[in-house]
């Protein structure tokens, strides 16, 4: 079976090219673009295609789509950081939206038979009442972020090219996902940096934003599972969550991340050094609260999951001690 995945050079796709080669034999190819940073793929070096271009340059998404007869899609490239949504908003559309288009185009002029996975997110649901929690997929879209906008754009796009021509597309709205090589610049990755920074005596401080704030969190391995049973039961054209049903306080998330470093709570650290609020880092408007509901997800594909959040923060802790953050 031959499989694209576009951002495959990213977190998420590092892992789920991994999983594709290692657990189900797939030829898998990736698009990366020219100079792209390919330090997450090289344990894959030599095992997977990689093709350049950029899904924003619609001539090159053509070219690579008539060139190799792809059974499945999966869209996981873009421009996928909240706050820096805020600073690039037309960048941000550009990429996620004008992208997804020229995927979509492309698989229905030469691969229409392939099976595309729309990658959403969490952020869609956006602004969420109590009384809605747990998030099911009927839930109204109330998005707070141009990040947030332009997924729900994304995710439409799905449904409209399904309805419209056919294609055999699958929406996905995943909630947070942590494990090794997620980005510098979000929450986690940036608690373990820091008091990593503290441990070794560069700095004496943490920062941070939002504590109060809840989030659902998957481990990455599970998620790369999850994408793959998508595309092997879910119905064409429709939308999924894909999530935990835990809800975790960024302040207890915080304390897992000390503890596990120092050894100590937060009131135990605070007795040695500081925690400070970066107004920076609080975004213009936050979600105060983010549960899913996966039932749809698990009763249609049989989705179990195997690891937890403590076990991705210690594959985290691990990762970015290895590379002397």
């Known amino acids: ?47 997977i295609s990689l093709i350049e271009g950029n899904i924003v340059d619609s001539h090159s998404v ?10 499945k899609v999966f869209h996981l490239a873009g421009q996928c950081c909240v706050p820096y949504s805020w600073l690039v908003p037309q960048e941000t559309f550009n990429v996620n ?4 288009i020229n995927i979509l185009e492309a698989v229905k002029k030469y691969a229409s038979t392939a099976i595309v996975l729309i990658v959403g997110t969490s952020e869609e649901y956006g602004l969420v009442k109590e009384d809605e929690i747990p998030i099911k997929e009927t839930n109204q879209l109330r998005p707070v972020s141009p990040y947030g906008v332009s997924k729900v754009a994304e995710d439409l796009l799905g449904w409209q090219y399904f309805k419209s021509f056919g294609l055999r597309t699958v929406r996905s709205r995943a909630f947070n996902h942590e494990g090794p090589r997620r980005g510098k610049e979000f929450v986690i990755s940036q608690f373990i940096q820091q008091a990593l920074n503290v441990k070794s005596g560069k700095s004496n401080e943490i920062k941070v934003g939002n504590l109060e704030a809840v989030r659902d969190f998957t481990n990455v391995k599970d998620i790369v599972k999850a994408y793959w049973l998508a595309t092997e039961k879910c119905e064409y054209g429709e939308v999924y ?8 306080r960024i302040r207890d998330v915080l304390d897992m991340v000390i503890r596990f470093i120092f050894g100590l709570s937060i009131e135990g650290y605070l007795e040695k050094y500081v925690l400070t609020v970066d107004m920076e880092r609080v975004r213009p408007s936050d979600v105060p609260i983010a549960i899913g509901d996966c039932s749809k997800f698990i009763e249609k594909t049989g989705w179990e999951r195997e690891y937890g959040l403590p076990c991705a923060i210690e ?3 691990e990762y970015f001690e290895s590379i002397n953050v």
């Open 97 to 100: 939206v004008n992208g997804t």
């Open 315 to 317: 594959d985290m802790i």
């Open 241 to 248: 969550n894909i999530c935990s049903g835990i809800g975790w």
């Open 62 to 71: 053509d070219r690579m789509m008539k060139e190799v007869s792809f059974d």
């Open 1 to 47: 079976m031959k499989v694209l995945i576009t951002g495959i050079s990213g977190f998420v796709g590092s892992h789920l090219a991994e999983y594709l080669v290692d657990e189900k034999n797939c030829e898998v190819f990736g698009l990366v673009r020219h100079r792209s940073n390919l330090e997450n793929l090289k344990n894959l070096k030599g095992k």
